[in-house]
């Protein structure tokens, strides 16, 4: 019995030892699993899709202030426009809180430089941002002036709202010029949940500027309409219900209207950039991507300019001539919109011919596309093709409409050929755009030769007849006026130094060579730099004319008369803004094709 008794403890002794062994390894092994998932929740997940729940956020922010717009377009009691301003105004305070804590946490942080993506944006865009900010900040004015009159009859958030927007705006134009080239590498999830934030509450404002200078130009519409007997169009008092304390409410009240365009590009221009910036967060950018651009030559350029001079400066006689002979009678009415069809004919056709021109140079002269990631410029490529279904859809309601139509007045046929134009020449310019910004550079040698090593007129004699040193070399006492030049080409934007010393790359073409091949561009690219600017004042001219009321669409009849008035107004309402940011879009893409050239 004993040994029995010993033999079955010894068996209990091993199958407990084995079954401890398994379960050790069972929960090393279920630690082990554990870690994995520890690890993927933890760094995996919020990389992969902080995105998307942050795009996801901003789009539910959109959505909202959209519905509020929606219910204030049908001039209801239960929803006001100063519930819209007080979502709005809350959205601009979140977002002034998170510029200064951006702000003040990167101060802190001053030790480290932040990666740069030098291709998010340039001066002379901010520039253009800033000079938009400055009329945007004169609206603001404009606004606080209005609310003072009327002061006693209205809500005080219409007086609270512009001067937030103002701050806004300075601190938004502050944040563009320091840190929107910043590549953010820490709280990257946070960041993201705060630049799409800042991303879709100025995509909000670009909407409620839409809406309000859409409705204002669709009560004058409806003016114009009454006057010519046309009956059964309500017209909204845009007015309050009380007598202005101040002599200048009407003065502000107009001049409102005219200073919308600029605020309503500057918000979606900003917008573009900030989502530029919500790409880069956590992005690692390549050292041949980010190197400086060569500087711009403008030799050769006369034909373009003129051209577009003559073109900007007729754009201005046919606003003044439309504005003021549409509110005549039906028969200034119909020529003034013959005319304007006319001239957009004849503008299109120079402009196919201008961007053709430039697509058959690049085929006659193929280069490899650069295929290297560029977040700027791949939004740029989306916006181009985004914006021009706004007028595509406009021009082909047109052509349905003239083929359709019962009436046949002066203009119907150039009507057509103008729908037709706007169609082939949105095409032709969108190709010729990408195709320009996709090319690769012909002098990329040239510039990596700049980028490495300093500029050839130092070394030209001496790097034929000394040896390369590998030693340290005092570089201010050999070019002292240089030194920071050549210290320059070792970094990038904003002291940014990648590397340490590095063998430099001695020139051993002679001085008068060098010199000839920069002072002297090809006819190519002179002729490309033509059209280049050909193109920036045609698009200028035609965001000015519906920018400032040369809408010929809404006045023709023939698209109201297929369509109806409720559902043509729709389209134009979504149209012709999409229209005018396409071409405010095209501008800069075109000034940066004129760079690249």
């Not at 959205?91 to 993506?117: A, C, F, G, H």
């Not at 001079?309 to 003021?324: C, E, K, Q």
């Not at 005319?339 to 402009?351: A, D, R, T």
């Not at 510039?447 to 500029?455: L, R």
Request: aromatic share 12%; charged share 15%; glycine share 6%.
């Amino acid at each position: 019995m004993v040994e029995h008794g010993g033999l079955d403890l010894m068996c209990l002794n091993k199958s407990y030892s084995h079954s401890s062994t398994t379960s050790s390894s069972s929960s090393e092994r279920e630690k082990k699993i554990f870690t994995k998932l520890k690890v993927s929740l933890t760094e995996d997940y919020p990389q992969k899709n902080a995105e998307i729940l942050s795009g996801q956020y901003g789009t539910n922010l959109l959505l909202i202030g959209v519905s509020l717009m929606l219910a204030i377009a049908h001039h209801g009691a239960s929803v006001k426009e100063e519930h819209l301003l007080s979502f709005i105004t809350t959205l601009m305070i979140l977002q002034l809180t998170w510029m200064i804590w951006y702000i003040v946490s990167r101060d802190r942080q001053s030790n480290l430089q932040p990666e740069k993506d030098v291709h998010a944006t340039t001066c002379w865009i901010r520039g253009g941002l800033t000079l938009l900010a400055l009329l945007s900040l004169i609206m603001d004015a404009f606004r606080i002036g209005y609310f003072v009159g009327y002061r006693s009859c209205v809500s005080a958030v219409l007086g609270v709202y512009p001067i937030i927007h103002a701050t806004h705006t300075i601190a938004q134009v502050h944040f563009l010029w320091f840190h929107i080239k910043d590549v953010i590498k820490t709280f990257e999830t946070f960041e993201r949940f705060g630049v799409i934030h800042a991303v879709f509450t100025n995509l909000l404002l670009w909407c409620n500027g839409v809406m309000s200078e859409a409705e204002h130009f669709l009560n004058n519409h409806k003016r114009r309409l009454s006057s010519l007997g046309y009956v059964n169009l309500t017209i909204v008092d845009m007015e309050p219900h009380c007598n202005c304390t101040t002599s200048a409410c009407s003065m502000f009240s107009n001049s409102l209207y005219y200073l919308y365009p600029f605020n309503i590009e500057y918000h979606i221009f900003v917008s573009a950039m900030l989502f530029v910036m919500w790409k880069n967060i956590g992005r690692s950018i390549d050292l041949q991507y980010n190197r400086k651009r060569p500087a711009t030559r403008t030799q050769g350029l006369v034909v373009g300019p003129i051209l577009g001079l003559v073109a900007l400066a007729s754009t201005i006689g046919v606003l003044v001539v439309y504005i003021i002979h549409v509110e005549e009678s039906m028969d200034t009415r119909e020529s003034a919109i013959a005319m304007f069809y006319c001239y957009g004919i004849v503008m299109l056709v120079f402009m196919c011919s201008a961007g053709a021109t430039g697509l058959l140079i690049y085929r006659a002269d193929p280069m490899p596309m650069d295929t290297t990631k560029n977040p700027s410029r791949t939004l740029d490529t989306e916006i181009l093709f985004g914006s021009s279904v706004g007028s595509w859809l406009m021009s082909w309601c047109s052509v349905v409409a003239v083929a359709a139509s019962s009436s046949s007045p002066s203009y119907r046929w150039t009507n057509l050929m103008y729908s037709l134009l706007i169609v082939l020449e949105k095409y032709i310019q969108n190709l010729f755009i990408i195709e320009s910004l996709y090319r690769q550079r012909e002098d990329g040698e040239r510039d990596d030769a700049e980028a490495a090593g300093p500029v050839p007129e130092i070394f030209s004699v001496t790097s034929s007849l000394a040896p390369p040193y590998n030693g340290i070399i005092n570089r201010a006492y050999e070019n002292p006026d240089k030194g920071c030049v050549t210290l320059e080409n070792e970094q990038v934007e904003n002291g940014q130094v990648y590397g340490t010393f590095s063998p430099r790359k001695h020139s051993a073409v002679p001085l008068h060579a060098g010199n000839n091949m920069a002072e002297t561009p090809s006819k190519k690219r002179q002729i490309l730099k033509n059209i280049a600017v050909f193109l920036f004042m045609c698009n200028i001219s035609l965001w000015i004319l519906p920018a400032f009321g040369c809408r010929p669409q809404y006045d023709n009849g023939l698209e109201q008369e297929t369509f109806g008035f409720t559902i043509w107004t729709t389209v134009l309402n979504f149209a012709v803004p999409m229209n005018l940011f396409y071409r405010m879009h095209s501008v800069a893409s075109l000034f940066e094709v004129f760079r690249r050239v």
